[in-house]
T-cell receptor, first 115, second 115 residues
């Protein structure tokens, strides 16, 4: 079975540019999560969706960040405008549902570098 | 609210030696606990999970963890380390947040295996 697919794997862009990260969750999973991983802060939950609806976006750092899930098989995380402090690895994860005993399945991440 | 503390950001062992990675949690409800492993340039993968029932949980690659409610601990062990076990290990506790069950991750422990 295909796992969670993220694209691009690497992104290098200049400060001020718009960045769009993409995620395809595992088919049949109805919960989707976006995380950011840095050395300083570890793994941070940015936002999560249930059945394509955003449930909690309290982890989104600023208004420059936005996320959408137009259908069950696709989600985007957008940063506009980007800043050097946004440099991190961004992970998408999905799970069968947001219940207590369901593990998350992670993609391989997008390594983002803002110059 | 729930939280996870992983003791030791780095653990170093010799190949063939016992591996012990420590995790303590706090949770306002009966906890659901997970260990994940992250290899370089990859996402997190589930090693094992505790939901209810047997307190000793066996996972993949010879790892196991024991849930000790009195100590609020869920330490990860492996009798004999292999070079391929070198990776980052994350403990997570799943608990209610905004009407859903969302995992909270520890900061991670880097396992270093010496030949």
């Amino acid at each position: 079975d295909a796992g969670v697919i993220q694209s691009p794997r690497h992104e290098v862009t200049e400060m001020g540019q718009e960045v769009t990260l993409r995620c395809k969750p595992i088919s049949g999973h109805n919960s989707l999560f976006w995380y950011r991983q840095t050395m300083m802060r570890g793994l941070e939950l940015l936002i999560y969706f249930n059945n394509n609806v955003p449930i909690d976006d309290s982890g989104m750092p600023e208004d420059r960040f936005s996320a959408k899930m137009p259908n069950a098989s696709f989600s985007t995380l957008k940063i506009q405008p980007s800043e050097p402090r946004d440099s991190a690895v961004y992970f998408c994860a999905s799970s069968l549902r947001d219940s207590s005993n369901q593990p998350q399945h992670f993609g391989d991440g997008t390594r983002l570098s803002i110059l | 609210a729930q939280s996870v503390t992983q003791l030791g950001s780095h653990v170093s062992v010799s190949e063939g030696a016992l591996v012990l990675l420590r995790c303590n949690y706090s949770s306002s409800v009966p906890p659901y606990l997970f260990w994940y492993v992250q290899y370089p340039n990859q996402g997190l993968q589930l090693l094992l999970k505790y939901t209810t029932g047997a307190t000793l949980v066996k996972g993949i690659n010879g790892f196991e963890a024991e849930f000790k409610k009195s100590e609020t601990s869920f330490h990860l062990t492996k009798p004999s380390a292999h070079m391929s076990d070198a990776a980052e290990y994350f403990c997570a506790v799943s608990g209610p947040r905004g009407g859903s069950y969302i995992p909270t991750f520890g900061r991670g422990t880097s396992l270093i295996v010496h030949p």
